[in-house]
């Protein structure tokens, strides 16, 4: 200890205690030198002894406080260096008086070593490891292991929405393949069981006899017993199948008797405990049923997600079934038309009668095609529909994920840390900036602007001014001079930098959560991931970092944006569960692309630290749109499509001529009317999401709300057949349509004509 503090310890026993003595020594003396004319030689040497016994006292007490002060000076240390974060070493006393103080300090160090060690395990993401027996008087070690089952349970959320995410993909191409019903059936039980780990499985789909007598028919079975099922039909309302078939709901039983369901392989048999039946529901209509049997239980999120499969499946058998009719009509039409012929050769010997025979059997040709012609339409419309249903399940679904992860990376503690992170380092950059060093970082950015940004912005818009997008603020002045003008990777790539090597606070942290959140991005594809700072409105982190990087969406050069606005509803709202999308609309950062947003609040506690916004995934909307451009493996053959559309009646998808045939596609837009400009940005961006409008009767009664087909001229005036529907898109008026030519869906009839 050094002497200044040990002075200041040691002063009020000074003043409070020895100094008193030291008086009272003197006084005494005093007294005994004043009286030692009246006094004895015994009394005075009496006095004298007195005097030096209290002299021996006084400095025993001044060694025994200074040692006292010692011992005080050292726990003093001690509790510093804790304070401080230090490692705490044995304290040497010459005292007892102190030692359980310093026990109970040495215990604490070591109690906060062991959660300074759980937490350094959380932080390398190991939450498989516990916090050790904690005291309910522990709160630090019981907040430390609540984190931790927090990320394990947001941790199997996450893997659940994975896993649902997967199986769908998966059971998209098997429902997708061209196979006959029974083959399609044993496909779908085969994944089914391995998917959601079951042991058996079967599937029944719903069929009737000659009498009209209706049964439920095995189609596939997977490690039943065959020679038991393979004949097996079941009435509607018999045992639990039949009566899940009539009442349209999913029987999920947990405690199955004995003999129910034998599994048996070659080293015994067993009995599972748990059977879940689910119908095949097509629009409430019950087509089939699947059932499942397992040793372990059916999760909740299994259940919902066989659910889900089975409505695909139910909508592809009521396909089969359409198309097995269609070729059955078509068989019967050629069989008659061979009939016809072969009468017509007998009546030709009369002139009279070949003439009226001539007559009846034009008409009755024309009867017959204009049926099949009827019967193909309907047909027709019947697999638009089911496309259309199934591309929009899938839409909405995809639209839903998206709203959970945002929700869901919105909860993780490192996202709220990383936005408190960024906004301090943010902060931190325009104030340690000097003039001079403004001016060199203002250079370097408008170079970047005048010779990258400028020059590919104005292949579009010829007004395009350096002016309207260079930002003034000194901490995105510095940003985008370090992460964008001086970032050594192209433009489209600039999230390849991941340590700019500044040496600033912000270039630590970026280093340390970049790649957390560029991975998370291209994981689920997203455009760009933003943390926008609540107060000020700056955009603190960005994965791409285009022009609208470090700049303010409340007072800055984008302030009028489609991604201002949802920003500054989301830091308007008081909700916690507050989720905004925002529709498309051209953005110029993004070279006048069309871009939407969502966005949603990150809080620390009951603080609002952050807004999280992803920009939308215009190539995965696509891809579920266009089947991974498969449009024949989904039904569409050569002409047929699916695309999305806005209130305004504009593009909210990418065409399939502009993929297939992007040259025909721009011309079919100038023959429609449209100016070379629009053309031009069309050809430029590879989209026409914005820029082309699709005004048709479809997509009129759709946006009203209607669900339905119907026969018209597309933009580019051909016979189309169409079936539309509503998008239940929470935030934005999209609806959703299927479309193919009409010549190509009457091809057969007309060659047989």
Not at 2 to 18: A, D, Y
Not at 299 to 324: C, D, L, M, Q
Not at 527 to 555: A, H, M, Q, R, W
């Amino acid at each position: 200890m050094e002497p200044s503090s040990r002075q200041t310890l040691l002063r009020p026993f000074l003043s409070r205690f020895i100094l008193p003595l030291l008086l009272a020594f003197a006084g005494t003396a005093f007294a005994v030198w004043s009286f030692r004319a009246s006094l004895s030689a015994t009394a005075i040497v009496c006095w004298l002894l007195f005097l030096m016994v209290l002299l021996a006292a006084m400095i025993a007490g001044v060694v025994y406080i200074q040692r006292v002060v010692q011992d005080l000076a050292s726990v003093h240390a001690t509790i510093h260096r804790l304070a401080t974060g230090e490692v705490t070493p044995s304290a040497s006393l010459q005292t007892p008086l102190f030692q359980p103080l310093i026990a109970s300090l040495q215990a604490f160090d070591g109690n906060l070593a062991q959660h300074t060690a759980f937490a350094d395990e959380l932080s390398a993401g190991k939450i498989e490891t516990h916090a050790g027996q904690q005291q309910r008087t522990d709160a630090l070690g019981v907040a430390l292991q609540a984190i931790r089952d927090n990320l394990v349970a947001n941790r199997q959320e996450e893997e659940q929405r994975h896993w649902a995410t997967e199986g769908l993909s998966r059971f998209v191409e098997v429902l997708r393949a061209g196979k006959d019903l029974q083959a399609l059936c044993q496909d779908v039980v085969v994944n089914l069981v391995r998917t959601v780990h079951a042991t058996q499985g079967a599937i029944f789909v719903a069929d009737s006899d000659a009498t009209g007598q209706e049964s439920l028919v095995l189609q596939a079975c997977y490690a039943y017993n065959r020679t038991k099922h393979l004949t097996q039909q079941i009435a509607p309302g018999e045992g639990i199948i039949g009566q899940a078939y009539l009442e349209g709901a999913t029987i999920h039983l947990t405690d199955v008797p004995d003999r129910f369901v034998r599994i048996t392989s070659g080293l015994g048999e067993a009995n599972p405990r748990h059977i879940l039946i689910v119908p095949l529901k097509m629009n409430e209509t019950v087509v089939g049923i699947v059932e499942l049997a397992s040793f372990t239980p059916f999760r909740p999120y299994e259940i919902a997600f066989t659910e889900k499969i089975g409505e695909n499946v139910a909508h592809t058998v009521s396909s089969f079934r359409t198309a097995e009719t269609t070729r059955r009509l078509l068989g019967e039409s050629q069989q008659q038309a061979e009939h016809m012929r072969s009468q017509e050769e007998e009546l030709r010997q009369n002139q009279e009668e070949l003439q009226a025979t001539q007559e009846e059997i034009s008409r009755k040709y024309n009867l017959l095609f204009q049926q099949l012609t009827e019967l193909n339409h309907g047909s027709k419309f019947e697999q638009l529909r089911s496309i259309n249903a199934t591309k929009k399940r899938n839409i909405e679904y995809y639209f839903d994920i998206i709203r959970n992860q945002i929700l869901t990376f919105a909860e993780d503690k490192m996202m709220v840390e990383a936005v408190k992170a960024f906004r301090q380092a943010f902060d931190q950059l325009g104030s340690a900036l000097g003039e001079e060093q403004r001016a060199a970082c203002r250079k370097s950015v408008q170079a970047y602007y005048d010779q990258e940004f400028i020059p590919r912005i104005s292949d579009i818009d010829q007004q395009a001014n350096v002016r309207d997008f260079l930002p003034e603020d000194s901490a995105a002045l510095v940003l985008q001079q370090v992460y964008i003008a001086s970032n050594p990777h192209p433009t489209g790539q600039k999230s390849r930098l991941h340590n700019a090597g500044d040496g600033s606070d912000y270039g630590r942290v970026h280093a340390t959560y970049h790649a957390v959140i560029l991975n998370y991005l291209e994981k689920f594809g997203y455009y760009d991931i933003f943390l926008i700072d609540p107060v000020t409105g700056n955009i603190v982190y960005s994965v791409f970092k285009e022009v609208d990087f470090g700049t303010s969406l409340l007072t800055g050069p984008y302030s009028k944006t489609n991604f201002a606005r949802v920003v500054q509803q989301a830091i308007a709202s008081s909700n916690r569960e507050f989720v905004r999308l925002i529709d498309f609309e051209a953005y110029a950062p993004s070279y006048n692309a069309p871009a939407s947003f969502i966005a949603c609040p990150l809080y620390d506690g009951v603080t609002k630290v952050g807004i999280l916004v992803f920009q939308m995934p215009i190539n995965k909307i696509n891809q579920i749109l266009t089947g991974d451009n498969k449009w024949r493996d989904d039904g569409l053959g050569q002409t047929g499509e699916t695309f999305i559309v806005g209130e305004d009646f504009k593009a909210r998808s990418i065409a399939r001529g502009l993929i297939e045939h992007p040259d025909d596609y721009l011309g079919s837009l100038r023959k429609a009317g449209y100016g070379e400009a629009v053309v031009r940005q069309v050809q430029r961006t590879g989209t026409n999401i914005l820029l082309e409008q699709l005004k048709l009767e479809a997509v009129r009664q759709s946006l009203q709300g209607v669900t339905g087909a119907h026969r018209g001229l597309d933009t580019r005036g051909a016979d189309t057949l169409f079936a539309y529907a509503p998008l239940h898109i929470p935030d934005v008026h999209w609806i959703i349509v299927s479309a193919m030519q009409e010549a190509e869906a009457s091809e057969r009839i007309n060659s047989l004509r």
